[in-house]
């Protein structure tokens, strides 16, 4: 199985809801909650030959990437500075993957960045009817398919998308209705990210 180095970053406390259920308040604070999911679900792409996966993560043993989870002022704040868009989003996705990059022995493999609004994020599944919990994690397996260069510029691949987060979080047993995505993607990463 591959390795994961994941930098998280929690949400602030401000954006933990008293009423978030003990996974969900987990969830929102703690790296582990997420690492074991992350990998299963990029060893699961990476093996089914019928995805877009590049081959340079196909082949690597290790990667890492990242997931921020803010608040609507700074997730509006990045939109604005990489898409020239002021507004608020639910995920942003910043791929560092380039299709040619070359991989050493041993190397980590840089994925990219994956930020997503909590504010946006609570909003939509009390729209969706659904706990917050399942909407970050809708929100995280977008921003990673992304970063793995899956896109969605019409209907057809929007919906092969949709169809494959919803296999990656019934990987974890939790399959709900679809929804709609707010998504937004920006193709570059930085080093203040």
């Known amino acids: 199985m591959i390795t994961l180095d994941l930098a ?47 081959e340079v993560v196909r082949g ?13 002022a700074s997730i509006a ?7 020239q868009k002021p507004t608020s989003t639910d995920v942003l996705s910043f791929a560092a993957l380039e ?8 190397q980590e ?16 599944a009390l729209e969706q009817e659904h706990g917050l919990e399942r909407e970050l994690r809708w929100l995280v397996s977008h921003g990673l398919l992304h970063l793995l260069g899956w896109d969605h510029p019409d209907e057809d691949s929007l919906a092969a998308m949709l169809q494959k987060q919803e296999h990656l979080l019934g990987m974890g047993g939790n399959v709900n209705s679809l929804g709609e995505i707010n998504c937004e993607s920006a ?3 930085t080093a203040e990210l």
């Open 77 to 83: 704040e990045l939109n604005k500075r990489w898409r």
């Open 187 to 189: 193709d570059e990463v």
């Open 99 to 106: 299709s040619e990059m070359p991989m050493g022995a041993g």
């Open 8 to 54: 998280f970053s929690p949400a602030a406390a401000d954006l933990i809801d008293a009423a978030d259920d003990e996974g969900t308040r987990s969830r929102l604070q703690h790296a582990r909650d997420w690492e074991c999911e992350l990998k299963a679900w990029i060893e699961a792409l990476r093996l089914e030959r019928g995805n877009p996966c590049p």
């Open 109 to 124: 493999l840089e994925l990219g960045d994956i930020v997503v609004s909590v504010p946006t994020a609570r909003r939509q």
């Open 60 to 72: 690597c043993d290790s990667v890492s990437l990242g997931v921020s989870l803010l608040d609507d």
